[in-house]
């Protein structure tokens, strides 16, 4: 069980959805594509909540955005995996439509809690 407040912080929400998303969708690819592409996928959509928890744990600001940053640079690469598994044939319309838009969503949530946090890093503003 994750801290109540972490719990509360909605782009971590939205992130674990991501990746019950995420374990779905390669649960569902054929087993010779799970070991590459499946997993470099299920890595990089784990790793967006992980960067995100990893920074809320963090006790400075400074640091705590590095971790967003890393996190935003992981949705990034799901959307690449995302985009790969479509491109193959592993996902169909739907599911990669579903779940662009659900990174999408969370990209944008992600970039303004990072622009809410900004000022409290800069010790001179």
Request: hydrophobic fraction near 35%; aromatic fraction near 14%.
């Amino acid at each position: 069980m994750v801290s109540k407040s972490l719990g509360n912080l909605e782009i971590y929400k939205k992130a674990v959805e991501l990746s019950i998303s995420g374990w779905e969708i390669y649960q569902k690819i054929p087993k010779q594509h799970q070991y590459h592409i499946g997993n470099q996928f299920l890595d990089a959509i784990d790793s967006i909540g992980a960067n995100i928890a990893e920074g809320f744990g963090r006790f400075h600001y400074k640091d705590s955005i590095k971790f967003y940053y890393y996190a935003r640079g992981s949705l990034f690469e799901s959307k690449h995996w995302t985009y790969l598994l479509y491109k193959r044939g592993l996902v169909d319309d739907t599911t990669y439509n579903n779940l662009l838009t659900c990174l999408e969503k969370e990209g944008i949530k992600l970039n303004n809690f990072i622009n809410s946090i900004k000022p409290k890093s800069d010790p001179n503003p």
